[in-house]
């Protein structure tokens, strides 16, 4: 069987704003593509407008949305209709057969009962060939249907449509982003107009028609279309999109008995691979070019989007450092690419730098990216530039560098007086400031490189002995004066507690363990056993990130946010594998089959990449230090293609934690080989 066909891409579609069960769409696209594709059922639910057991359809959208938290930017309707025209979704709407629809990574097919049509889709990078069978030959449409300012152009002797859209459900520095389109019909058609819409009108059955995108400018948008759509059949575009993603999905094979387990592991694996997005485009020249977001015009360089790092940093990056090395280091130019069109490093792509969670963290992306050698040299000491920047100046602007920074620097940590979050944001900044130390380490640049360990330590500040948790502080170095209830959330902490938030020292969990009197796995252990209790705190009511840890009862190891990720690896970064691999064996549990079968946000491909790295028995406890935390693989046998060529052979028989080492360097398992006598201890 292929991989491919284990994928399901309904896997956590099922959401709402209150409860989330991966928060995820049908995301129908190549590879990081820079278009991708899903339906849209009621577009009344805002960022919601997917659910898998709605019957009504509105249309295809033409989506990039990360995140329902973040939003949609570029959509654009794709919908056929018969008879009398309708653009609001009101009176457009119909029902559709979605017990019976088709959603794959390269395909989508459904059937529309009041307009009576089949619609199908398979993607290319930039676009779509599209095709409406409609029940006979009437009036029957093509509409394109704009979320905001939509301009059409048309050429009907040509059978062109090209425009662009203005979407985008937050600001842009240049003022207006623009998503420039061509559509070519396959049949002859007249032209009905409405506000930022457009009515194709056939009497033809079959309607076919490619579709293709460009952020760059109208030529390239024809451009993309000559590259990627132009002569070529559905078919051909399906089966080149469909190999695409088996290649992607065989960089690792699995062999075991549990059939349902091999779906979720190929299916989070799909989703490693939709984000981040591309976000450049190759001009005529085959020049790279991508949107300066500040100025909006196209630049050199790599670019790529629809990424939050509070939550990659974790774990996607880290398992691109296994299987696409050169992938990375796309992706690490086109973050320096950022800082040198913006000033400063990017905290959340969508495409430019949103104002949304607490930290940089991709200090911790970069820096990961140069002690593996995965960048050039170059890159790596311009990345050391950008490193410090941000590590030493103050923007005073909301969502742009450092919360706090100055007041860190000062006091050593960030006083809740001066931020929220301050608990936080202070642990992010000491890993951050631990992220910079390596790479100036890396470097040779020695002197930056112990300044900055020395920040890293700052983490202790926030310590209190007497309640055994992080606290926040004022400038004074008191600790809050009311009565301390571990359980509440906010305030001082980001989506969770100080149950959550008190171990996020990666960079030092031996002296974490010090400061808990070498008892932090303790610690951890009354965690996990503690109830699933929380208060409201500091927000205003309850989030959807409560509900989800009270549903998964794993106490207060909400495997349901990035947060607790690590928490299972702590065992075993204190020398106990044994205790890692029963713990994360139990919340694998909370993965299944499902439309509601993630335990939380799956975030661009984060909690996806926690399991499979979990799968494999691998865990990199803290990005920017070149190791892997290790646990015991899920799955009897597998096979890692490293993005080097190698093989690594993990035999689940041969594994026995008493005679394994607990951290692997990174160099190690990039020689490829078998696990067992890479770990074996000597």
Not at 11 to 39: D, E, K, W, Y
Not at 147 to 169: H, N
Not at 452 to 479: C, H, I, Q, S, V
Request: with cysteine; net charge negative.
């Amino acid at each position: 069987m292929k991989k491919y066909e284990y994928v399901n891409v309904r896997l956590g579609t099922f959401n709402t704003r209150r409860f989330s069960n991966g928060n995820i769409l049908p995301v129908i696209s190549v590879p990081h593509g820079m278009a991708s594709f899903t339906i849209q059922n009621e577009n009344s639910g805002g960022s919601w407008f997917y659910s898998p057991y709605s019957r009504s359809f509105e249309g295809i959208r033409l989506t990039h949305q990360p995140s329902p938290w973040v939003g949609d930017y570029g959509n654009l309707i794709l919908v056929g209709q018969r008879g009398e025209l309708y653009f609001d979704e009101e009176r457009r709407w119909s029902s559709f057969d979605s017990e019976h629809v088709v959603l794959e990574p390269a395909y989508m097919k459904g059937y529309v009962c009041r307009d009576r049509y089949t619609f199908e889709l398979t993607p290319t990078n930039s676009g779509a060939v599209v095709r409406f069978t409609f029940s006979d030959q009437n009036v029957n449409r093509v509409n394109l249907i704009g979320a905001a300012k939509t301009v059409f152009d048309v050429d009907e002797k040509q059978g062109r449509i090209s425009g662009y859209t203005t979407a985008s459900s937050h600001p842009v520095p240049c003022g207006e982003l623009r998503e420039y389109f061509v559509l070519h019909m396959e049949v002859p058609f007249t032209v009905e107009r409405g506000e930022n819409a457009i009515s194709l009108v056939t009497h033809e059955k079959c309607v076919e028609f490619r579709f293709a995108t460009s952020f760059l400018s109208p030529e390239q948008a024809e451009l993309n279309y000559e590259r990627e759509l132009k002569g070529r059949t559905f078919g051909e575009v399906y089966a080149a999109a469909k190999a695409e993603w088996e290649d992607n999905l065989s960089k690792i094979e699995v062999e075991d008995g549990n059939e349902e387990r091999k779906a979720v592991f190929y299916t989070c694996m799909y989703r490693t691979f939709l984000w981040p997005r591309r976000f450049y485009e190759r001009d005529a020249e085959n020049r790279i070019l991508h949107l300066n977001m500040e100025t909006g015009k196209p630049v050199e360089g790599y670019m790529y989007a629809d990424n939050g790092f509070w939550d990659t940093y974790r774990t996607l990056y880290p398992y691109f450092s296994l299987i696409d090395t050169g992938l990375y280091a796309e992706m690490a130019e086109g973050m320096y690419n950022y800082y040198a069109d913006s000033g400063w490093l990017p905290k959340w792509l969508c495409p430019n730098n949103t104002n949304c969670m607490p930290g940089m963290l991709v200090e911790a992306v970069l820096a990961d990216a140069v002690v593996k050698d995965i960048v050039s040299r170059p890159v790596a000491e311009k990345i050391m530039t950008a490193l410090l920047h941000d590590g030493e100046a103050v923007s005073g602007e909301p969502g742009v560098g450092r919360t706090g920074l100055s007041e860190y620097r000062k006091y050593g940590y960030v006083p809740y007086t001066a931020a929220k979050e301050s608990v936080n944001e202070t642990l992010d900044c000491c890993y951050g400031d631990y992220c910079i130390a390596q790479t100036a380490a890396k470097l040779g640049k020695t002197e930056t490189a112990e300044r900055y360990y020395g920040y890293a330590r700052n983490y202790k500040n926030l310590f209190d002995p007497a309640t055994g948790f992080m606290r926040g502080k004022d400038e004074n170095g008191n600790f809050r004066d009311e009565e301390f209830d571990p359980y509440a959330w906010g305030r001082d902490y980001t989506e969770g507690s100080a149950w959550q938030s008190s171990f996020a020292v990666y960079h030092d969990i031996a002296g974490l363990n010090e400061l808990y009197g070498g008892k932090l796995a303790e610690k951890i252990d009354e965690a996990v056993a503690a109830p699933a209790y929380y208060t409201i705190g500091g927000y205003s009511g309850e989030i959807h990130e409560m509900s989800e840890m009270a549903a998964a009862e794993y106490g207060q190891c909400a495997i349901s946010n990035q947060p607790s990720f690590h928490m299972p690896y702590i065992y075993s970064e204190l020398g106990d594998i044994g205790k890692t691999a029963a713990l994360v064996e139990r919340l694998s549990g909370a993965f299944r089959n499902t439309v509601d079968g993630l335990p939380g946000d799956e975030d661009n491909g984060t909690m996806a990449a926690w399991f499979v790295l979990s799968c494999l028995g691998l865990y990199q406890m803290c990005p920017s230090r070149p190791d892997f935390t290790m646990s015991l693989p899920l799955f009897d046998r597998i096979s890692v293609r490293l993005s080097n060529g190698k093989t690594l052979r993990i035999v689940k028989s041969e594994l026995n934690p008493s005679e394994m080492k607990n951290i692997v360097p990174y160099e190690d398992i990039m020689k490829g080989g078998n696990l067992a006598d890479i770990v074996r201890k000597k």
